[in-house]
């Protein structure tokens, strides 16, 4: 491998790892950054590589969010259980859900989230704290088993979908979606690693590689979003949200 493409691999490894540990959506830069430095790859090799690069980076920004903010144990455990079941389910059915049909209903999501967040402007500004009761691990569960399905199965906009639900239905802001959405994200990729290890899918050497850049990066994103809060969070939500809204948007309009 050239050494020009290991240092762009490199970079855009360490501003996924940014991004992602902020609020998520890393692999809308890693992704497209394998495909076109390793255009010889199968695309289940390149999802396989870019969840072995993500799923270091994701454990240490949970990590960091896990130290400075405090989060009930019973919830992450019925998040990480139910995201964990539900994402090797979704990554052992890929083939039964067409994406085409997927597309257009994640696009519908998005822009109807885009549109909320935007005109609620105190949507995920303010930390409720309630007793955790029955229905809050409910709807979190819930929440879970869904947006992991959708991870295992198709996964654009999975850290949009995590921090948008758990802001809706548990109240809570958007810097600790942002940690709970990392409790998830880890699980759905640790679920994706044990499909795609066995079957032969992940470049151990370009993934470790990555792995390295994408904790710095995630370490970087952590202390910003920390530093800047829950307001902060909320412009880069945005911006990624619209990003997604613009890709798939054109993914559909040229029919890739």
């Known amino acids: 491998m050239d050494i020009e493409i290991i240092i762009s691999l490199i970079v855009f490894a360490f501003l996924a790892g940014a991004i992602d540990a902020a609020v998520g959506g890393g692999g809308l830069i890693q992704i497209p950054a394998l495909m076109s430095s390793l255009p010889q790859a199968a695309p289940a090799t390149i999802f396989g590589t870019n969840k072995l690069a993500s799923v270091f980076g994701t454990a240490s920004a ?3 969010y896990l130290k400075r903010v405090q989060l009930p144990w019973h919830l992450l455990l019925v998040i990480a259980g139910c995201s964990f079941a539900s994402a090797f389910i979704g990554a052992a059915s890929v083939t039964l859900i067409p994406v085409e049909i997927l597309k257009p209903m994640v696009l519908v999501m998005l822009v109807l989230i885009a549109i909320y967040t935007f005109t609620k402007k105190q ?4 930390h409720v704290v309630r007793p ?3 229905k809050m691990l409910l ?3 819930l ?10 199965i198709f996964g654009p906009g999975t850290g949009s979908f995590f921090i948008f639900f758990f802001i809706r239905y548990l109240s809570v802001d958007f810097l600790h979606a942002s940690a ?10 640790l679920a994706a690693l044990s499909f795609f290890i066995p079957t032969g899918h992940v470049w151990f050497a370009v993934g470790g590689m990555m792995a390295v850049a994408n ?3 995630a370490l970087l994103g952590v202390r910003l979003a920390l530093r800047y809060g829950s307001g902060f969070v909320r412009i880069l939500f945005l911006l990624l949200v619209s990003l997604l809204i613009c890709r798939l948007a054109y993914q559909m309009w040229i029919g890739t």
């Open 62 to 64: 949970a990590i960091g």
């Open 123 to 126: 949507f995920g500004l303010k």
């Open 132 to 134: 955790l009761s029955r």
């Open 139 to 141: 709807l979190a569960a």
């Open 143 to 152: 929440g879970s088993l869904l947006i992991g399905f959708y991870d295992g």
């Open 180 to 189: 709970l959405s990392k409790i998830a994200n880890l699980t759905t990729n």
């Open 215 to 217: 904790i710095c990066g």
